[in-house]
């Protein structure tokens, strides 16, 4: 039986994940078992530079926190070796980073994730890996509420110029 002080250090550590989780807008649980140290840091690394907290956890601690933030869902795919990415802001960074990692390394395998509080499974993961990136969307959206306002100016600077072009023909008569 584990001591009072290690019990208190593991319901520390599950209320702490609990409100990463809530915190977070996107999460994804892989199995990291197989990969080699070099790959493990450079995925690491691409994680950290796109804003994505990583780390390995134990299946019983994730397992209490995702039932405290209603993710009671993710209990299916808490087996074997676990890792968890957790973002805060971009919804697609983790699922694009780790399903790409995966499609690379046969042994590294994502098992679900979830988004505003909701599971998603495996398909949804390599679905939501494939979206363009926030800045991405909104981008696009802003040209395409630019794209009317640059068809009214097209518009008015075709006939602008049509009534210089009829200006200018009248004066050339006036002066013949």
């Known amino acids: 039986m584990p001591s009072e002080r290690i019990l208190k250090q593991k319901e520390k550590y599950v209320d702490r994940l609990a409100e990463k989780m809530k915190a977070a807008v996107a999460g994804v649980v892989v199995n990291y078992k197989g990969i080699s140290v070099a790959d493990d840091t450079k995925l690491r690394r691409d994680l950290r530079e796109a804003g994505v907290e990583y780390a390995v956890v134990k299946n019983t601690l994730l397992h209490r926190a995702a039932e405290k933030v209603g993710l009671e869902d993710l209990q299916s795919v808490l087996k074997g070796s676990t890792a968890l990415a957790l973002s805060s802001e971009d919804y697609v960074a983790a699922a694009r980073i780790l399903s790409k990692f995966a499609d690379t390394n046969k042994s590294f395998e994502v098992k ?61 008569k006036k002066s013949a």
């Open 112 to 172: 679900a994730g979830f988004v505003e509080g909701k599971v998603i499974d495996q398909k949804d993961v390599a679905e939501l890996a494939k979206m363009p990136s926030k800045e991405v969307l909104v981008a696009r959206a802003l040209g395409g509420l630019n794209a009317p306002i640059s068809g009214f100016v097209y518009v008015l600077n075709a006939n602008l110029r049509g009534l210089v072009v009829a200006l200018n023909a009248i004066a050339e």
